[in-house]
């Protein structure tokens, strides 16, 4: 942190000291304008490097639709992923999604998530529960479900542990 120092009998330190404050308070600003921009770069990059690490990618529209924005206005990074089946892929989806969740079950309620639920849904002979979807060849497929492959949540810790390092970094310039 700066020092400054006023001699407060002295009006011409009072004046310097408050050019200091003033040149300083910009500084800081400045800082935490590169911090924000650079957490929301890597935290981009992050999710897209989570997405292929956990075999997320199929048809690539998944990881062609992380964005990351930084906002000069409000001084905050905005990471968000578009594509429809960002939350299934996230939280997992039927029987298979239940059985490994990244996380409690009061930020699934949060969220309004849950497994194994909706009209499509059904028991097999077999005993098997799911649901049969369209397949791009014209045919279709039942699926129990998916398992949980938490790129944002994961990106989430990623950038927690960086954060530090990154601050350090940015205000020891």
């Known amino acids: ?12 330190s009072v004046e310097k000291a408050i050019k200091q404050l003033d040149e300083y308070k910009k500084e800081v600003e400045t800082k ?13 990059e992050v999710v897209r490097m989570k997405i292929v690490e956990m075999g997320a990618v199929d048809s690539g529209e ?10 000069p206005t409000l001084n905050a990074g905005f ?14 989806t039927g029987i298979v999604g239940q ?12 969220a309004s998530w849950g497994y194994a639920t909706g009209s499509k849904i059904f028991t ?9 979807y369209p397949t791009d060849d014209g045919g279709f497929r039942f699926t129990e479900g998916m398992q949980s492959r938490p790129f944002m949540y994961e990106t ?6 960086q954060y530090e390092k990154i601050a350090r970094e940015v205000f020891a310039k």
């Open 62 to 71: 998944l990881l062609s639709s992380v964005e990351g924005y930084y906002s």
């Open 156 to 161: 989430a810790l990623e950038l927690e542990r």
């Open 79 to 92: 990471i968000r992923v578009t594509s429809d089946h960002v939350a299934f892929v996230e939280f997992g």
């Open 99 to 110: 059985a490994s969740p990244h996380t409690s079950g009061e930020y699934l309620s949060k």
């Open 32 to 44: 935490t304008r590169e911090l924000a921009q650079r957490l929301t770069d890597l935290g981009a």
């Open 1 to 12: 942190m700066k020092s400054i120092s006023v001699n407060i009998l002295d009006p011409k």
């Open 124 to 132: 097999t002979q077999d005993g098997r529960v799911g649901w049969i």
